[in-house]
């Protein structure tokens, strides 16, 4: 059997939808991100690897599993990640929930309801945010009741971005079993060169739902203390609004639901500099911040 390493897919960070580290994280925290980032990317490329049985996938996670905790022989995937862990004393928890989420990728390939699909977030898409909030020390209370719906808008964006791909290569389907059988679209649909009108109608059902996420985590970027992760935040909040809304119009079957370059940087300057310039509102006197308010 190969090991994780020779798994890898070859993505990267830079390859993401959202900014991962940008250059709006402090430098010492960057590499604990990253760290923790090829700690994941090497587990689901694991998971979503296509010659790969399910059996071969859960071992390989489990020896990721071992290495990262101690229990097994290290791995140069884990070993950047253990170290950082180590160096800030913080527990590998969240690490772990993300080995779960590849664990169910590597067994499970249909999700029930909406209920079923945010128990799968809560495993593959909230510790994320929740690592990032402890790196750099964020208040749990405060941050992370926020921080949760973002990273599920996030994960379901790129469900519904990759929805057709996921079906035809790995024969994963994200979207809930229920919504397809209200509006009255098979599995099958997702394998078309183009959205049917009842798939359609599905996926406009879900980003609707999406959208409600990103409306329960707009005041995230705000509650945040350091600015440089307030910043990239309030940029990733609107990328998603942006994105989610393209799949409102656009069918992800046979269009290209992504942003260019040019647009992710536009946007994600415009909506860190409005968040910058809250904060710089928020430390008005506040005889002169209701002036101009």
């Not at 587990?43 to 010659?51: R, S």
């Not at 909030?133 to 599920?152: F, M, N, R």
């Not at 229920?178 to 049917?196: F, K, P, Q, T």
Request: aromatic share 4%; with cysteine; proline share 6%.
């Amino acid at each position: 059997m190969i090991t994780a390493t020779q798994a890898r897919s070859g993505k990267s960070h830079r390859d993401e939808n959202f900014p991962v580290a940008s250059r709006l994280i402090r430098a010492r925290h960057r590499g604990p991100i990253l760290a923790f980032y090829g700690f994941v990317r090497a587990a689901d490329d694991v998971a979503d690897h296509p010659a790969l049985t399910p059996d071969e996938k859960l071992a390989l996670l489990d020896r990721l599993d071992d290495a990262l905790t101690g229990r097994g022989p290290a791995d140069p995937e884990a070993e950047p990640l253990r170290r950082a862990l180590a160096e800030r004393g913080l527990p590998p928890r969240h690490a772990l929930d993300l080995l779960e989420a590849f664990r169910l990728d590597a067994r499970k390939t249909r999700y029930a309801d909406w209920s079923d699909l945010m128990g799968y977030c809560a495993l593959s898409a909230m510790p994320v945010g929740r690592f990032v909030l402890d790196v750099h020390g964020e208040d749990p209370q405060a941050t992370w009741p926020l921080s949760d719906p973002l990273c599920a808008a996030l994960q379901i964006i790129n469900h519904l971005q990759d929805c057709g791909k996921d079906y035809r290569s790995l024969d994963r389907i994200y979207l809930p079993l229920d919504s397809l059988a209200a509006h009255g679209a098979g599995v099958e649909a997702l394998g078309a060169e183009r959205a049917s009108p009842a798939l359609r109608a599905c996926l406009l059902d879900l980003t609707e739902r999406t959208e409600r996420l990103l409306e329960a985590s707009a005041p995230f970027s705000d509650r945040i203390a350091d600015i440089g992760l307030s910043l990239e935040v309030a940029a990733i909040h609107r990328l998603a609004v942006t994105l989610n809304e393209g799949l409102k119009r656009r069918d992800p079957l046979s269009e290209r639901v992504h942003l260019g370059k040019a647009g992710f940087a536009l946007i994600a300057l415009s909506a860190a500099a409005g968040c910058l310039a809250r904060r710089a509102i928020r430390r008005l006197p506040a005889g002169l911040s209701a002036g101009r308010a």
